[in-house]
T-cell receptor, first 116, second 110 residues
Framework: KAGVTQTPRYLIKTRGQQVTLSCSPI?????VSWYQQTPGQGLQFLFE???????NKGNFPGRFSGRQFSNSRSEMNVSTLELGDSALYLC???????????????FGPGTRLTVT | DAKTTQPTSMDCAEGRAANLPCNHS???????VYWYRQIHSQGPQYIIH???NNETNEMASLIITEDRKSSTLILPHATLRDTAVYYC???????????FGKGTRLHILP
């Protein structure tokens, strides 16, 4: 089974621009979560989508948004980029669901975004 | 905030068992203990999880104390490829929101 894929792997943008990152989950997984990792703040949860609906949200400004498509693929968008948005952006997929057995999340390799 | 406390770093000799402790004294009855690791610049990798019983898989063993306030991840025969940051996390099984702490940086010494 193919793992979680993220595109692009590397990206350089200028302050004020916007960026869209893409994540394709493992086949059959319905939940996609996004995380930001920086040296100073570590791994921080951004949001989670399940069946095209945002189910959880972290403490990030409204410049960070996401969506999920009917095939479970997800995109996240960052508008009006700031220098502090430079980070590794990770997505993770899981079967999702609302109870029953526990399950693990599988992470992609990440997109490294540099804002200059 | 993360609900777990881990040592910042640990060393282990190659071939020996690596025992990584984690405190989660405020864990709730419906929260599982999960362990992930992150090798430099890669996405975190799932290792193992458990509720109250000890668990073992091909990668590691998880020992959870009877009161569930702490746990230990055991890598039975550490290799240089096990050098990574190890994260101990507690989460409700139906919640995909993971709150990561700082983790333990494990150094495997040749």
């Amino acid at each position: 089974k193919a793992g979680v894929t993220q595109t692009p792997r590397y990206l350089i943008k200028t302050r004020g621009q916007q960026v869209t990152l893409s994540c394709s989950p493992i086949s059959g997984h319905r939940s996609v979560s996004w995380y930001q990792q920086t040296p100073g703040q570590g791994l921080q949860f951004l949001f989670e989508y399940f069946s095209e609906t945002q189910r959880n949200k972290g403490n990030f400004p409204g410049r960070f948004s996401g969506r999920q498509f009917s095939n479970s693929r997800s995109e996240m968008n960052v508008s009006t980029l700031e220098l502090g948005d430079s980070a590794l952006y990770l997505c993770a997929s899981s079967p999702g669901g609302f109870g029953g057995t526990s399950y693990e999340q599988y992470f992609g390799p990440g997109t490294r975004l540099t804002v200059t | 905030d993360a609900k777990t406390t881990q040592p910042t770093s640990m060393d282990c000799a190659e071939g020996r068992a690596a025992n990584l402790p984690c405190n989660h004294s405020t864990i709730s009855g419906n929260e599982y203990v999960y362990w992930y690791r992150q090798i430099h610049s890669q996405g975190p990798q799932y290792i193992i999880h458990g509720l109250k019983n000890n668990e073992t898989n091909e990668m590691a063993s998880l020992i959870i104390t009877e009161d569930r306030k702490s746990s230990t991840l055991i890598l039975p025969h550490a290799t240089l490829r096990d050098t990574a940051v190890y994260y101990c996390i507690v989460r409700v099984f139906s919640d995909d929101k993971i709150i990561f702490g700082k983790g333990t940086r494990l150094h495997i010494l040749p």
